[in-house]
């Protein structure tokens, strides 16, 4: 029979046999609270005691369970138009991250370094989108080859551009280099088709006026021949096979992000962010709040425990 109400509001019942007084307890209501108040914790600035209501200590032995749960992105089978992808480390891991160009977080991917059948794993988790847009990173081009064949690639225009300075530097010696580093900080204007036919026939210019460069060796004093312009000759090569393969300009044909800096500038960044408020976490639970951190993105808060599971060991691609 009821026995009024506990202080907390929790209906009391009384036992007209015994006469003991209880609540009923639900562990699936408790358990959900809990983890509520994880996630909350874990994606905001509060400290643990001002989640929990009473001491840190209190909320960490009431949460524990929480660090088993692993989170999983929902499948939808949606195709999109165009998909950028990008990797961040984590400690010794690579988290491989997929993003719409509407900004929705698609699918990830842990791995122990950008490999083919790390790429291959994060692809297989939806349907090839039309056009791809990646920084043309290790073992991207041949995931892409084996697995979206058909997929339209864009390469970052400004990883293209960071490349080719990475090798010239910002301020090249050589009056070859210059005209290279100006070509390569020129992509950035190039809007319209003729702009890009004109890109092109200044490139093979700088080919036809400077190109023998390229091919210049030299003879070192241990022995053996070496290119004496090495970093010219890789940055032309860096331009040169981008736009030979017609990964350059395909925004122009499909209208795509020319850029991945909706994965560099915006999640990615969130992701430090987020580290950066929960310093000293072990790599396993960094890994975690990362996985909540991008299902939240897409998923209610109120329905987060829908979409997990417990593994049975971690593992990263190789």
């Known amino acids: ?15 007209r046999d015994c006469g003991s007084s209880s609540i009923r307890r639900r562990p699936d209501v408790t358990r959900r609270e809990q983890l509520h108040r994880f996630l909350t914790w874990l994606t905001g600035k509060h400290t643990q005691a001002e989640i929990g209501g009473g001491t840190g200590r209190s909320f960490r032995d009431q949460t524990a369970w929480c660090w088993e749960l692993q989170p999983r992105m929902p499948v939808t089978g949606e195709v999109h138009d165009a998909v950028l992808v990008d990797g961040i480390w984590i400690g010794s891991w690579c988290l491989l991250i997929a993003l719409s160009d509407t900004g929705h977080v698609i699918a990830w991917q842990w791995a122990a370094r950008e490999s083919t059948a790390a790429w291959e794993a994060l692809f297989d988790q939806f349907p090839p989108p039309e056009v791809v ?35 010239l530097t910002r301020n090249p010696r050589l009056q070859a280099g210059r005209a290279l580093r100006a070509l390569a900080m020129n992509l950035s204007t190039v809007d319209t088709v003729d702009a890009a036919i004109n890109w092109r026939l200044a490139l093979e210019g700088w080919w036809q006026r400077f190109g023998h ?9 241990g022995g053996g021949f070496g290119y004496t312009h090495d970093r010219l000759r890789k940055a032309w090569g860096i331009l040169h096979r981008a736009a030979e393969a017609g990964h350059v300009f395909t925004f122009l044909d499909h209208g795509n992000p020319r850029t991945t800096s909706p994965l560099e ?54």
């Open 265 to 318: 500038g915006g999640i990615n960044a969130q992701i430090r962010h987020l580290l950066r408020h929960h310093r000293g976490m072990t790599i396993e639970h960094r890994r975690r709040a990362i996985e909540w951190f991008l299902l939240l993105r897409e998923v209610p808060l109120d329905l987060a425990h829908q979409h997990t599971h417990i593994p049975v060991r971690l593992s990263r691609v190789k």
């Open 213 to 221: 460069l390229t091919k210049e060796r030299t003879l070192y004093l």
């Open 1 to 15: 029979m009821k026995n009024g109400r506990h202080p907390s509001g929790t209906q009391r019942w009384r036992c």
């Open 133 to 167: 847009v990646t920084d043309g990173g290790s073992g991207i081009r041949s995931a892409l080859a084996n697995t979206w064949p058909d997929t339209a690639v864009q390469r970052c225009i400004f990883h293209l551009q960071m490349n080719v300075t990475r090798e």
